[in-house]
Structures are given as C-alpha cells and as structure tokens.
C-alpha cells in the first residue's frame, strides 16, 4: 500500500484510484437507502401496488402504522396502573411500538432520498402536513404514556435596548 493512499485513508478522502473500489458509503447514507427499499417493497406488496409516482401522504402514513409492529418501545395505555411512569417498576401487557425519535429519523431519511431519486420538493409526501401532525401526536401520547414531558425549546432572546436580566426574570415569593 503506497504512503499517499494510505494517507488519503486516514485523512478520510474519498479520491478512487483506477482499480480501487469506491468509497464505502456513510452509516446514514447506507441507512437511507435500506429505507428507501423497504418503502419501495411495502409500496409493492400493497394490493394493487402502488407506484411511486402515485405514492401521497395517505400511503407514507399507513407505511408508518405497519412499522409499529416491530417496535421494542413499550407504550402504556390510559389504563395501565404504569400509565405516565418513566420506569415502572413490573412487566405489563402493553404494546411495543415505534418510538417517536426512530420514526422522525426514518422520515427525513425518506424524505431526502425521495428528492434524491428524482422526486420534486413539492411533491414529497414525506414533507406533507399530515406526516408532521402525526410524528407530532405520537411524540406528545409517548411522553404522556411515560410521564416525561417534551418541552418546546424557546427561541432565546435577541439582546437588544432597554434589556438586562433583572426584567425579564420572574420571583415568585
């Protein structure tokens, strides 16, 4: 192995030299891809199938239900005795299902790769409304579920006239 190439190595280039294989894609551009197929294939085995130039948000949001069941996030019920507990302490009956995090993840990994392939932006069902409607409902009933609220980040506050801490702190006595 020449010096140079082994440098270009270390360095992380991704330079191929005649007879050399390409570059090993990245953990998320491989994860991306394995994504893309597997929406393709459920697309597929839909009755009728479905083409991807007919996929809309309906058929993302259904692909999405499918997946919660092989989840390994336990999400109790309103009934559950655990119900709004981060760490019950015994086993329960309640569903495993797709935490809301690895379902946010897997949607902007398809929603990239759809534009990679050649979809518009306008027309991504992956960016639709309903898909942030429903990735926001899950994150607020699994927060619920396990008592562990999502708090909204605030914007921080530009600094600009008449502005120091003493105002805009609040002592309740």
Known sequence: ???????????????VSPGDQPPTPSRYESQKRRDWNTFGQYLKNQRPPVPLSQCNCNHVLDFLRYLDQFGKTKVHLQGCMFYGQPEPPAPCTCPLRQA????????????????ENGGSPETNPFASGAIRVYLREI????????????KKKKKKPTQGKGSDESSSTIHFS
């Open 1 to 15: 192995m020449s010096s140079e190439r082994g440098k270009d190595i270390a360095e992380g280039s991704s330079r």
């Open 100 to 115: 809301w995090g690895s379902l946010d993840a897997l949607i902007g990994r398809l929603r990239a790769a759809y534009e």
């Open 139 to 150: 994150r607020e009933c699994q927060a619920k579920a396990r008592g562990i609220p999502y």
